[in-house]
């Protein structure tokens, strides 16, 4: 069976949705041998994926805005398929081509178009809404990164339940308990004490709530606020209201925006952390939650949507719109040792239900499940990189 993926969606600065393709592309070439493979890549991506194997074949395709890239997708993206003579397209990242030129699969890492419109720009709602509705109709099969996300996209696209798997993601082996001497130089490179801040990772956008977690931490003892609130993440969109909010509080001195965190810099992030906390009102899957988890933090984040099924046990949950029960949440973590110790062991045994290879065996499974009698057919894809 001849497999592509579609990674162009990935960002330069990764996060979310784009470390699920990025790890998803690493894993799968990890675990399966015997298929072939072409990956569609940024050139950038390409580079760092450095996969070596016969079976594999990295295609680097560079577009200097999302247009130009949806415009690739659609126009040059079936040719290349069928001058391949690929038999499965995995298109992970909610859209597909609209001439199908094999069988297809597509991603659906969460529903915020249509559960939280009011969330994103009026284009991009328009066209992904719009999109999505087409892959859910015309896809071979779905792939849901959570339960959660698997049962809205049923009930919202009124997909048939078989039509749809649930695919758990999973965090990066290098998300680890770690020795203080690895942890104080990245924490000394923001200006921050290891052991001594609350911190929240992830794209700066209104789904993740941040103006209440601005709001919850300002209520916090005036004591409890020499823990500094660190926000490290990209500034996505209608972000504005976040550094309003810290404005009027007057809390410019004690939250502290780092901007985006290099992916090498955020386990010592976590691991430097008193408390991590994720506010979010919805999520497809939450992979700050399981990477925090996995270096041992005591988290703190909402019984919303995806989050309680990666956290388990392993995390305080609250409502997403409950701000005294935040800062309650907060206040507890900061001051219980006990609590904390404990939390991290939980966060811990949660977090090791979860692995990247688990991901791409159950991802092949979907494959040849939509490859038809050829699926499992080996081969070699030929040049690792180059053109297609």
């Known amino acids: 069976m001849r497999v592509a993926l579609d990674a162009t969606a990935i960002p330069h600065r990764r996060a979310g949705a784009g470390n699920y393709i990025f790890k ?17 890549a940024k050139r950038a991506h390409v580079e760092e994926l450095d996969i070596e194997q016969p079976n594999v074949r990295l295609v680097p395709v560079d577009h200097p805005s999302r247009p130009l890239r949806l415009l690739w997708e659609q126009s040059v993206l079936p040719y290349r398929l069928r001058r391949l003579e690929v038999e499965v397209l995995h298109s992970p990242h909610y859209t597909m081509p609209l001439r199908k030129a094999c069988r297809s699969v597509v991603t659906i890492p969460d529903m915020t178009f249509e559960l939280l419109p009011s969330m994103h720009g009026l284009p991009k709602r328009l066209f992904f809404r719009a999109m999505m509705r087409w892959s859910a109709r015309h896809a071979d099969r779905l792939i849901a990164i959570s339960e959660s996300t698997r049962s809205d996209v049923v009930r919202i696209l009124g997909v048939p339940p078989d039509h749809v798997v649930a695919i758990p993601l999973a965090a990066d082996p290098a998300f680890r308990p770690m020795p203080p001497a690895l942890v104080a ?6 200006g921050i004490v290891p052991g001594r801040y609350v911190c929240y990772v992830g794209v700066l956008e209104p789904r993740k709530n941040l103006p209440l977690l601005v709001q919850a931490y300002g209520a916090l003892p005036r004591g409890l606020q020499d823990m500094p609130l660190v926000i490290a993440g990209k500034q996505g969109w209608m972000y504005q209201e976040i550094l ?14 780092t901007g985006y965190v290099p992916q090498d810099h955020l386990p010592a992030l976590y691991n430097g952390a008193r408390v991590v ?3 979010s009102v919805y999520e497809g899957f939450g992979l700050p939650v ?9 988290v703190v984040t909402t019984r919303s949507s995806s989050l309680p099924e990666v956290a388990g046990d392993g995390a305080l949950l609250v409502d997403p719109r409950d701000e005294a029960g935040l800062t309650a949440a907060l206040a507890t973590l900061m001051t219980d040792d006990a609590l904390a110790a404990d939390l991290s062991r939980r966060a811990l045994r949660q977090a090791g239900r979860f692995s990247w290879e688990r991901c791409a065996r159950e991802t092949l499974a979907v494959y040849r499940s939509v490859g038809g009698p050829s699926a499992g057919a080996g081969g070699q894809a030929g040049r690792r990189s180059g053109p297609a």
């Open 24 to 40: 998803l592309l690493e894993a799968l070439a990890a675990v399966d041998r015997e298929n072939e493979y072409v990956f569609f």
């Open 185 to 190: 130089p990245v924490c000394a490179g923001l």
């Open 244 to 257: 309003e909010r810290v404005t009027a509080l007057g809390l410019r001195d004690r939250v502290i925006f």
């Open 277 to 279: 906390v994720y506010p």
């Open 290 to 298: 399981l990477e925090a988890m996995q270096c041992g933090a005591p």
